[in-house]
C-alpha cells in the first residue's frame, strides 16, 4: 500500500532506461546502484502514532459544519497531513520519528463552512494549520512538538473550482484549494493559463503557493505568485457584527497603505485561511517554445543571462545550469546519455574544439553549461525574442543547440520528486535550496555555496554533491537553485541538518535571501533576522501578535513565538 | 515674499499666450478670467500661528545632534511644514486656517542624525511627522488637531545624495530626501535614470514617493515606485543592544514571510523614518519618443489600451484622454489653439469626415479623444513597439498624428500646479483624485464619477467640471485620474468635501481602490474599511499598534486612532 509520497500511482523515477545515471550517482556520492540495498517505506502499522487530543464532542460540532465524511481523526490521514515533502519530512517518517500529528482532519467544502470551523476552532483554543497540496519542504505544516492544545489541519483539497473569469482583465476566480492541474485544466479549457508553473505544480495548490510566496518556472514572463494573485479572500475570526473575511478586492495596483496583500502572501497560515484568490491570467499564447543553448562556463552564462534581463528582449524562461548540473541532466537524459553520446552526429564536438572550449577528467563533469531559454508569444514576437537573445548569446560565446534539449526540460521538470524517492530507497538523501542576490553576488553565491557545502560534508565525514542553476531572472538579479545529496550515516537528519545549514548561512553571507519561493516555516526562520534585521523581524512579530493574540493560526512558524517578542522602543 | 507654493520662482503660468484657455474656462466653470479679481496669497504676517510647545532643552537637545543651524521653531518654516499641497491645504492656509503646526521642525544630516532624533523624541514622547518635499495630497503631514505632544517636523531635505551604483544589477543607493531632479540629474551623470516620474517629480523626495506607493508616468516599463524599490533603510526606536535601523536588503523577489518591503512601501511614516533606499535603476534608452493619438471616442480608446496591454508590445506610457481633457489639452497649447487649431493644414478634418467621427457643439468638446503612448529602447525595439500599437490603435479606428502631441505632453506634464495657483488666484478650486480598476470596471468607474462630480456640483449649486485620462496600464487593469474644478462659494472646504467625496464613493462602488498613486492620509482614510474590508483594516491597524506602541510615528494617519483598535476574535 503507497500510504504516503505524491500518491500518484505507476509514476516513478526509472533509472534503469537512463544508461548515464549509474556511473553518475557513484561519480557524485559514491554510491553503487547495483548493490546499494533499497529499504522502501515501512509500514503504516509500524509506526507510533499517538492518540487524537480531539474530544468527540469538538469532532461532533465539525461533524455539524462539513458532515460525517469530511471530518476524520484516522490515525493515516493524520499523519499525512503531519509534514510536508521536504527531505527531512520523508526522513522522520521512515523513521519513526512522527512527533505531533494533527488531532482532527477535516476537508470544508465551501468559504461559509471554513468560517464557522474558524470560529469553532478559535473559540474552543483549538490550533489551525491550513493544507493544500502537502509539498512544502520548509517545515510550514507540522504542528509545534509541544503543543498541547488540540491541532485541527484544514484540508482545502475540496475546494478547487474555477468560479469564474473576467475576459476583458485577465483575471480568474478559483478556490484556494485547487491544484495546479486541477485550476490549469479548467483555465485552458477556456483558452487561457495562469502561466504558474512551480516544481512542484503537479502536488500543490494555489493557496499554498500564495501562502509561500511561490514562483514558477515562466516567471520572467508572467511574474511570481505575489504578482499574479491580485485579489484574495482570508477567512479569519468573525465577532458579532464584523464579518471574518478579509477581503483584497483584485486592483491591478493601488496606493492604499502598507500592503495587505503582501501581507497575506507568504503568511504560511498565520493570518487566516486562504480561501479563494483572484488571480491573473492569460491566453494561450499562439507559439511556446523552449530553446536550449551551451555556454563554456558558468561566468559567461551568467553573464549572459544578466544581459538577456537588462535587454529589450523578454523571454519567458531564462536558466543556465552550472557545470555539475549540467553533467547531471545529460546523464539522465533518456534519449540521449552523456555530454559525447548528446553530441555526437552534431557539429558540437568540432564547435567546441575550434573554441577551444574545456573538458575536465571524470567523463561526467566539464566546464560546459546548459542553457533554457524560453519564449512565448505571436510566431512573430517568439521570433523576434529569440533572435535578440542569439544574439547576446553568442557575444558570452554561447551557442544554440535547437530544440532537443528544450523537449527534454519540459519532459523532466516534474520527475524530481521520484528521483528523489529513487535514490531515499538507496540510502542517499537529496534536497535542495534556493535564494535570490544582485546580478553582482550570483558568481560569488555560487562559488561560496559549493565551498560552504564541500566543507559541511567534509565536517560530516560523507562524500556529498551539489550542483546548481540560475534561473527567475529580474531586471536586478536572480535565483540559485542548489540540489545536494550524500549517502546517509548513522544519523541522517543531524548530517542533513549540517549540510542545509551551512548552505543557508552561505546564503545570507554573500549577499542573498534565506529563501527564493519555499518560504520560511521552522527550517529557514533561523536566518529571518540575518535577512530583513531585528527591526524587520520585530515589525513581523508585530504583525502576528496583534492579527491572532490567541496563537491559534499556525503558531510559530516563520517567526518564534509571539511571547518571545521583543518590542522596540 | 513667495513664502508659500513651489517655491520656484519665474515658474508660473501663463494664459496671455494660450488664447484657447480663457475661452475654456468660461465654458466649464463660468470663470471669465478677463474680470475675475484675483486674490493673491496673504501677508505671512496676517496668519495666526500658536507659538510652539518645544521646551528650549528639547531644542537644545536636537541642536545637539544637528546643529543650531539645522533646527529650528521659526513660524513660517512651521506654517511651511504644516501641510502638503492640495487645494484643501492651499485653501486652509489663505484662509487662516492653520490648525496645528509642528513645534519644531529639524535637518537631520546622516542617518546616524536621524537615530538620535527618533530616540530623543520618542524618550520624550514627541511625535514624529516625517517630511520630504512636501507634495502630498492626501493630508499625510499634518499634525492632529488635537495633537497636545510636541510635533517634530522631520525635514529629510539635507540627505539627498546619490551614494552608490551597483552597474552590474542596475541598482543605485540614495538617501531618501532626495527630489526628483536631485537624483536623476546625479543617475543621468552616469548614464543612468531611475524612470520615476510622477507629476509631482521636481517637488517631490524618492522617501515620499516611497512611503505613498507613487508612480511615474513611464511606469508601464519601470514599474510603481513599490516594483522599482528594492532594498530600505528605516529609522525606529532603538533599544540596549538592538540597532533601531530596519535594513531590507536589495534582493529581486524572496520568500521570507509576509513582505516587510511592502509594509514599508506606503506606510506614510507610521512604521519609521525612511533614510535610505536602494532603486532599480536603468541605462538611459537610447531611443525615447512620445507619439500622439486619436481615437474617436473614450470607449475606442481604452479598449485600444487594454488590447495593447495584453498583447506582445511593452510601451513605455499608455495614456488616453477623454474628450473633455482632450478639449482642455489642446485649449492650452501653446502652439496651436483647440482642435481645429491643431487639425488646420493637416489630413486629420478629412479623415474624420471620412470616418464620421462626431463633433459636438459648443467648440470645445467632441468625443475625440487624445492618446500618447511612449516607447523606449533600442531604435529598433521602440520602432517594434510602435507598429504593434498602430496596428492595434488602427483597429479599434484611432489614428497617429506624430510626434507633435507628444512634445506637447512633455513640456507640459510638471505645469498643473502652477495652473491650479493661477485659478486658485481667481476664485477656482481645482484638484485631483485618481483610481485603479480592473479593464472590465473602466467605463463604468469613469461614467459613474462624471454622474456622482455633477450630482454634487448640483448640490452645492455650482457649475463644477471634471475630465480624466486613464494612464498606467496594468496586465489586468488601469488607472483613472480625474481633475474637477469649480468656483468657489462660501464654503470652499465644504464645498470641496462634498465633491471630493461623491468621487471617491463612486471610485468604491464600481470597483475602483481609494487612490492608485497618492496615499491615504486622513483624506482618504474613510474609504479604507470599503476598499480593504474590515478585516484587513484590522490587521493593518495591528501592525501599526504592534509597531509604534506609544503612537509616536505619524498617529492617525491611514487608519484612525491606535487607541481606537477593534481587534477580531
Same mark, same amino acid.
Given at each position: 500500500m503507497k500510504w504516503w509520497?505524491?500518491?500518484?500511482?505507476?509514476?516513478?523515477?526509472?533509472?534503469?532506461? /537512463?544508461?548515464?545515471f549509474a556511473p553518475f550517482v557513484e561519480y557524485a556520492v559514491g554510491l553503487d546502484l547495483h548493490t546499494a540495498p533499497v529499504v522502501g517505506m515501512p509500514e503504516f502499522d509500524k509506526l507510533t502514532v499517538a492518540a487524537s487530543l480531539a474530544k468527540p464532542a469538538f469532532v461532533a460540532s465539525l461533524a455539524s459544519v462539513v458532515g460525517e465524511d469530511n471530518v476524520t481523526t484516522d490515525k493515516m490521514e493524520r499523519v499525512v497531513h503531519t509534514y510536508g515533502k521536504s527531505i527531512r519530512d520523508l526522513?522522520?517518517?521512515?523513521?519513526?520519528?512522527?512527533?505531533?500529528?494533527?488531532?482532527?482532519?477535516?476537508?470544508?467544502?465551501?468559504?461559509?463552512?471554513?468560517?464557522?470551523?474558524?470560529?469553532?476552532?478559535?473559540?474552543?483554543?483549538?490550533?489551525?494549520?491550513?493544507?493544500?497540496?502537502?509539498?512544502?519542504?520548509?517545515?510550514?505544516l507540522e504542528p509545534r512538538s509541544d503543543e498541547s492544545r488540540v491541532v485541527l489541519s484544514l484540508d482545502m483539497g475540496r475546494m478547487r473550482e474555477l468560479i469564474s473569469i473576467d475576459e476583458e482583465s485577465g483575471l480568474a476566480v478559483i478556490q484556494a484549494g485547487a491544484l495546479g492541474p486541477d485550476l490549469e485544466q479548467q483555465l485552458n479549457a477556456k483558452g487561457w493559463t495562469i502561466g504558474h508553473f512551480p516544481d512542484s505544480f503537479t502536488h500543490s495548490s494555489l493557496g499554498g503557493w500564495i501562502a509561500t510566496r511561490s514562483s514558477g518556472m515562466q516567471s520572467d514572463k508572467y511574474g511570481d505568485i505575489a504578482d499574479i494573485v491580485r485579489g484574495l479572500h482570508v477567512v479569519r475570526p468573525s465577532s458579532p457584527g464584523v464579518s471574518g473575511i478579509l477581503v483584497i478586492r483584485p486592483i491591478p495596483s493601488a496606493s492604499n497603505g502598507?500592503?495587505?496583500?503582501?501581507?497575506?502572501?507568504?503568511?504560511?497560515?498565520?493570518?487566516?485561511?486562504?480561501?479563494?484568490?483572484?488571480?491573473?491570467?492569460?491566453?494561450?499564447?499562439? /507559439?511556446?517554445?523552449?530553446?536550449?543553448?551551451?555556454?563554456?562556463?558558468?561566468e559567461a552564462g551568467t553573464a549572459a543571462m544578466q544581459e538577456i534581463a537588462e535587454s529589450d528582449a523578454a523571454p519567458s524562461i531564462t536558466r543556465v545550469s552550472d557545470a555539475r548540473e549540467t553533467g547531471f541532466s545529460l546523464a539522465t537524459s533518456k534519449e540521449r546519455h552523456g555530454f559525447e553520446k548528446f553530441a555526437a552526429g552534431t557539429v558540437l564536438p568540432t564547435l567546441m574544439k575550434s573554441k577551444g572550449w574545456a573538458k575536465q577528467p571524470g567523463g561526467i563533469e566539464n566546464n560546459i553549461c546548459l542553457?533554457?531559454?524560453?519564449?512565448?508569444?505571436?510566431?512573430?514576437?517568439? /521570433?523576434?525574442?529569440k533572435k535578440l537573445v542569439d544574439k547576446i548569446v553568442k557575444k558570452h560565446g554561447g551557442m544554440g543547440v535547437g530544440k532537443g534539449p528544450g523537449v527534454l526540460y519540459d519532459q523532466k521538470k516534474f520527475d524530481t520528486p521520484y528521483l528523489r524517492d529513487?535514490?531515499?530507497?538507496?540510502?542517499?538523501?537529496?534536497?535542495?535550496?534556493?535564494?535570490?542576490?544582485?546580478?553582482?553576488?550570483?558568481?560569488?553565491?555560487?562559488?561560496?555555496?559549493?565551498?560552504?557545502?564541500? /566543507?559541511?560534508?567534509?565536517?560530516?565525514?560523507?562524500?556529498?554533491?551539489?550542483?546548481?542553476h540560475l534561473s527567475h531572472s529580474y531586471h536586478s538579479g536572480a535565483c540559485?537553485?542548489?540540489?545536494?545529496?550524500?549517502?546517509?550515516?548513522?544519523?541522517?537528519?543531524?548530517?542533513?541538518n549540517v549540510v542545509k545549514s551551512a548552505i543557508q548561512q552561505a546564503f545570507i553571507?554573500?549577499?542573498?535571501?534565506?529563501?527564493?519561493?519555499?518560504?520560511?516555516?521552522?527550517?529557514?526562520?533561523p536566518w529571518l533576522e540575518q535577512d530583513i534585521s531585528a527591526q524587520g523581524v520585530a515589525v513581523m512579530r508585530g504583525l502576528f501578535e496583534a492579527a491572532d493574540p490567541g496563537e491559534n493560526f499556525n503558531p510559530r512558524k516563520i517567526v518564534a513565538d509571539v511571547k518571545e517578542t521583543v518590542k522596540a522602543g
Open positions: 509520497g505524491w500518491g500518484v500511482e505507476g509514476v516513478g523515477f526509472h533509472w534503469e532506461d /537512463k544508461p548515464g526522513i522522520r517518517v521512515r523513521a519513526n520519528q512522527i512527533e505531533r500529528t494533527p488531532d482532527v482532519v477535516v476537508y470544508p467544502g465551501s468559504e461559509d463552512e471554513v468560517q464557522r470551523i474558524v470560529d469553532l476552532a478559535v473559540a474552543a483554543d483549538v490550533v489551525i494549520i491550513p493544507f493544500g497540496g502537502g509539498s512544502n519542504i520548509a517545515s510550514s502598507p500592503s495587505v496583500r503582501e501581507m497575506i502572501v507568504g503568511s504560511e497560515g498565520r493570518l487566516g485561511i486562504i480561501t479563494e484568490a483572484t488571480v491573473q491570467v492569460h491566453r494561450t499564447p499562439a /507559439k511556446r517554445d523552449v530553446f536550449g543553448y551551451f555556454f563554456p562556463n558558468w542553457s533554457f531559454i524560453g519564449y512565448e508569444g505571436s510566431e512573430a514576437h517568439a /521570433k523576434r525574442q529513487f535514490l531515499l530507497d538507496r540510502g542517499a538523501a537529496g534536497d535542495v535550496s534556493e535564494t535570490a542576490m544582485p546580478w553582482s553576488k550570483v558568481n560569488q553565491v555560487h562559488d561560496a555555496v559549493r565551498v560552504a557545502a564541500d /566543507k559541511a560534508f567534509d565536517q560530516i565525514g560523507i562524500q556529498g554533491w551539489i550542483m546548481s540559485l537553485y542548489f540540489t545536494f545529496a550524500f549517502v546517509m550515516g548513522d544519523d541522517p537528519i543531524g548530517e542533513y553571507d554573500n549577499g542573498g535571501s534565506l529563501s527564493h519561493h519555499h518560504g520560511v516555516g521552522l527550517e529557514h526562520s
